[in-house]
């Protein structure tokens, strides 16, 4: 697995009744700094969101979700719609038309991968979940760095105002908007607009999936 931050809590959730997922993945992940969680109803998989809800809103934990498609009616529930959002998902299942089947749901699958799954191919999936994860906190975090003005120039630039219409725009001079962005190209590491806009989306991306994940309370009722 990626090193990526050290404090960042890497996990998976086995979401199925066959034991034999869970320990497939146990394995590739022995020798790795990824937790493993196995659950066979929604009620411990809430338990668990519930339980940790702070280190997912906050982005502490990078969490992937491993789902059997006969789970797929977790889904449906009101309570967990808006939770879907801090897991990035793998979709698993015995019946290949699954991978159409959640393709025209539009459900926001990250992979749909049949089983019996192979290792290596398990493994290569949440390497790259987990990279992602990692590049988009990595990213917030820089962004929350920059100055207000900094930020505001950012999303004029991201719009595709030109420097002087930045500067019509904010109220100030044309000198100091470049001022500005030469500060946050540094900050974000971008060395191309371009770049600084696909690093601004990874921002916002995360930011609105924090403000759209349910406070802790929404769990409790569903627990008792």
Not at 13 to 23: F, G, P
Not at 118 to 129: C, H
Not at 174 to 189: C, E, F, G, P, Y
Request: aromatic residues 8%.
């Amino acid at each position: 697995m990626p090193v990526g931050l050290p404090y960042l809590k890497r996990v998976v959730l086995v979401v199925d009744t066959e034991l034999s997922t869970y320990k497939g993945i146990r394995r590739i992940c022995l020798d790795s700094t990824t937790e493993v969680h196995s659950f066979s109803c929604r009620k411990d998989l809430f338990r668990w969101l519930r339980t940790n809800h702070a280190q997912l809103i906050h982005g502490h934990i990078a969490c992937c979700m491993v789902l059997d498609t006969k789970f797929m009616d977790i889904c449906d529930d009101g309570l967990l719609a808006a939770t879907w959002l801090c897991c990035s998902k793998i979709y698993i299942g015995r019946l290949l038309k699954g991978a159409n089947l959640l393709r025209q749901m539009n459900i926001g699958s990250t992979e749909f991968i049949e089983k019996p799954f192979r290792l290596d191919v398990m493994q290569s999936a949440l390497e790259q979940i987990f990279s992602r994860h990692i590049y988009r906190v990595e990213i917030s975090r820089q962004f929350i760095n920059l100055t207000k003005r900094e930020l505001e120039t950012c999303e004029w630039l991201v719009k595709g105002c030109s420097t002087q219409e930045i500067s019509h725009r904010m109220g100030i001079a044309i000198k100091t908007v470049k001022v500005h962005r030469a500060n946050l190209m540094r900050k974000i590491k971008a060395k191309s607009v371009a770049e600084l806009i696909r690093d601004y989306d990874a921002f916002t991306s995360l930011a609105n999936q924090t403000r759209l994940m349910p406070s802790p309370q929404v769990f409790d009722d569903v627990l008792i």
